[in-house]
């Protein structure tokens, strides 16, 4: 048998982690958290350790995983189009998110460029949350995906996984924002692929679970005077 999967990350943060919790709930595989202070993760998590190979990044994990869980198809044209549609919703709907909050310096507390940070924030809200929707709209209208409320294919992939992750940290995040953007009626087959994903049989029962990490200090933050409240 492979041996056990082990997910090295910060202890009571979802973050980027997540992503890769979510690939192994919906896989039906376990993992043990080695993120505390008995094991230092190297350089930056999210790690993934699976006997002697040691993997980083978020997007190199979900491919490993994926294509080990059927959740990717076969090398080839599709699995680099998932890749990429992985890399986009990371890039504009993770990163950027963290970037409304520490726009000017990562290792300096968020009070400390609150001005900055409503100025980025009004960017991301007005401009670049909705031209991210709106790509992932329109994939999800386009031949490629197939029937269904998945991206790709006609089934359910990892990146489905990773866009509900997105717009949940969203959700919290930015909640009137999102919720405007929800009730215009624009993007409803990407909040239908959310619905879709969060009524998964394994992905409810691990949501409704203690193993569901809270929102708190990481990528996703809720700061009102960042959501035009």
């Known amino acids: 048998m492979s041996p056990s999967y082990e997910l090295i990350y910060w202890p009571g943060l979802p973050g980027r982690g997540e992503f890769v919790r979510l690939v192994l709930e919906e896989a039906g595989v376990d993992a043990d958290n080695l993120g505390d202070a008995s094991n230092p993760?190297?350089?930056?998590?999210?790690?993934?350790?699976?006997?002697?190979?040691?993997?980083?990044?978020?997007?190199?994990?979900?491919?490993?995983?994926?294509?080990?869980?059927?959740?990717?198809?076969?090398?080839?044209?599709?699995?680099?189009?998932?890749?990429?549609?992985?890399?986009t919703a990371l890039d504009g709907l993770s990163n950027e998110v963290h970037e409304t909050h520490h726009p000017v310096s990562v290792s300096d507390y968020y009070e400390n460029q609150k001005e900055e940070s409503k100025r980025r924030a009004a960017d991301y809200t007005k401009n670049r949350l909705p031209k991210f929707l709106g790509y992932f709209e329109k994939v999800l209208r386009g031949e490629k995906s197939g029937d269904g409320p998945w991206l790709y294919g006609g089934a359910l992939t990892y990146v489905d996984l990773v866009l509900f992750q997105n717009i949940d940290g969203l959700k919290y995040a930015f909640p009137n924002t999102v919720g405007k953007l929800e009730a215009s009626g624009e993007y409803d087959n990407v909040f239908k692929l959310y619905q879709a994903v969060k009524d998964r049989p394994r992905i409810k029962e691990y949501l409704a679970s203690e193993r569901r990490q809270k929102y708190s200090n990481g990528i996703y933050r809720h700061y009102p005077e960042l959501d035009g409240e």
């Open 41 to 87: 993760p190297p350089l930056a998590p999210p790690i993934l350790r699976h006997g002697d190979l040691l993997i980083s990044q978020t997007p190199n994990i979900l491919l490993y995983l994926a294509s080990r869980h059927n959740l990717a198809p076969a090398q080839g044209a599709g699995f680099f189009h998932l890749n990429g549609l992985a890399l």
